[in-house]
């Protein structure tokens, strides 16, 4: 991964502050979700 790249990831993140905040806590959601159902089980 070259410079340019990395300056295209950070200001399309920067941009696009949804989907930034959906990659950071769809995993969070997606592991409480995975731990409850290993619970109840």
Do not use: A, G, W
Not at 9 to 34: C, V, W
């Amino acid at each position: 991964m070259n410079n340019q790249d990395m300056v295209f990831i950070i200001s399309f993140l920067l941009f696009d502050k949804t989907r930034f905040f959906l990659f950071l806590f769809l995993p969070i959601e997606i592991q409480n979700k995975s731990h409850y159902y290993i619970t109840t089980e």
